[in-house]
């Protein structure tokens, strides 16, 4: 069987009641996965096509969803485990082959927000290129 994934989400932002705690999380987890963090202040982090930022006053709730990161090895998706319940991160199921297909080896945790946050390695698999580049001319 083949899989084909495209480039369907071009970014993702979550709203945190807590950026403090927020932040915490997802520097300590995105670390351990070896993303840079492409901004990071007191009111927001970016790294890739994620977005993280405070709630503005007007708004009242955090969002809740789930997403899952890409995870270049069972050790990178233990690292994030680790990482992110060191960091503040609550369990939803530890590091582990799942039924979901063969070789699907991921890791489970709630960020401070409640957002369902994964790390998969999807097993040795070839890819055509590393990473999308996109020239945006600056």
Request: glycine content about 10%.
């Amino acid at each position: 069987m083949i899989l084909h994934r495209g480039r369907l989400i071009d970014h993702i932002q979550l709203r945190a009641r807590d950026f403090p705690a927020t932040a915490k999380f997802y520097r300590a987890v995105l670390g351990a996965l070896d993303c840079p963090l492409l901004a990071d202040d007191d009111w927001h982090i970016a790294c890739d096509e994620l977005w993280i930022d405070a709630l503005g006053e007007d708004e009242s709730e955090a969002t809740h969803v789930h997403l899952a990161f890409q995870a270049n090895d069972q050790e990178a998706v233990k690292r994030f485990y680790q990482a992110g319940l060191a960091a503040g991160g609550r369990d939803n199921g530890g590091p582990g082959i799942r039924s979901y297909h063969p070789g699907y080896y991921a890791a489970f945790l709630f960020d401070p927000d409640g957002n369902n946050v994964e790390a998969v390695f999807q097993g040795p698999a070839p890819r055509s290129v590393a990473s999308v580049e996109i020239d945006i001319g600056e």
